[in-house]
Each structure stands twice: as structure tokens, then as C-alpha cells.
């Protein structure tokens, strides 16, 4: 009996071939280089555009708390440099007045003084001693 089949048509690891190698083959097509690359830069851009945004946004975040750290630091500093009569305690707020271009420091707040306020007293701000030994203002209606 005669083999029908051409032995230099027929492939000896068929499995292994970048094409089909009958008809009821899957068709294999080449990608087309473009489209992938196209797809493959947006996708690369849309990540590391959503991840550039988070960086920017903590970014933000970082300079915001610098910038409160600082006006702390600030304040901390004119409370410090004023007349003290008494110990502050962690956690309690205190009256910032100003006398004759001193300031000075005092547990009664604008709205206890009543009719007794001296004149000379201006009253500039309210302040939270913070655990960390920076001032916090904080802002009270004495009205």
C-alpha cells in the first residue's frame, strides 16, 4: 500500500509550527503591532496618571501639615515670649492679651471678665496647649 501523503509536506512536531498545519486548525493571525502598542501606552498612561494624581494629592497633604506645623510653631513661639504667671497644663486653653505692646498669657477668657475687664487689655487670641508643647489657636464665639 502507498502512503497518499507527501512526506515533505507533513511536519515532523506539528505542535510546534507558528501556523496551522491543517485545515481544521485554529487561524493564527499576526497582531498587528500597532494596535498592541497603542493599547499598551494608554493603559500605561492611564496608570501612571492615576498614580501621579495620588502623589500629588499626598503631595498636598504633606505642605498643608508643614504649613500648620509652622503657624504652630509661630504661635507657640509669641506665647512663649510672653509674660507667664503660671504653669500651663496639657490640654487647657488660655487667653493671649496684649498690655502696652507685651503680651501676656492668662487663664481668663474675654467673656469671664464681665464689667471688670481693664481697659489697657486687648484681647488677641485663645490658645490649647497641645501634649507636644506647640500652641494650638483655637477659635471660641465670646461674644
Known amino acids: ?6 512526506k515533505d509536506k507533513v511536519a515532523e512536531n506539528p ?3 507558528a501556523y496551522p498545519h491543517n485545515i481544521g486548525s485554529i ?13 499598551a501606552l494608554s493603559a500605561m498612561r492611564e496608570q501612571t496618571s492615576r498614580q ?3 502623589l500629588q494629592k499626598q ?7 508643614a504649613n500648620e506645623l509652622k503657624n504652630r510653631v509661630e ?3 509669641q506665647i512663649y515670649l ?11 486653653i488660655y487667653h493671649l492679651y496684649r498690655k502696652d505692646e507685651k503680651f501676656r498669657l492668662m487663664l481668663i477668657s474675654p467673656n469671664e471678665w464681665g464689667k471688670k ?4 487689655l486687648e484681647y488677641i487670641s485663645s490658645a490649647k496647649l497641645l501634649s507636644d508643647h506647640t500652641w494650638e489657636i483655637v477659635v471660641e464665639d465670646f461674644d
Open 1 to 6: 500500500m502507498i502512503n497518499p501523503i507527501d
Open 15 to 17: 505542535g510546534l509550527l
Open 27 to 39: 487561524a493564527i493571525r499576526p497582531e498587528d503591532q500597532g494596535k498592541l502598542k497603542s493599547r
Open 52 to 54: 501621579l494624581s495620588q
Open 59 to 65: 503631595a498636598e497633604l504633606i505642605a498643608k501639615q
Open 75 to 77: 504661635i507657640s513661639e
Open 82 to 92: 510672653a509674660e507667664l504667671t503660671f504653669e500651663p497644663f496639657v490640654g487647657h
Open 117 to 120: 475687664k481693664p481697659e489697657y
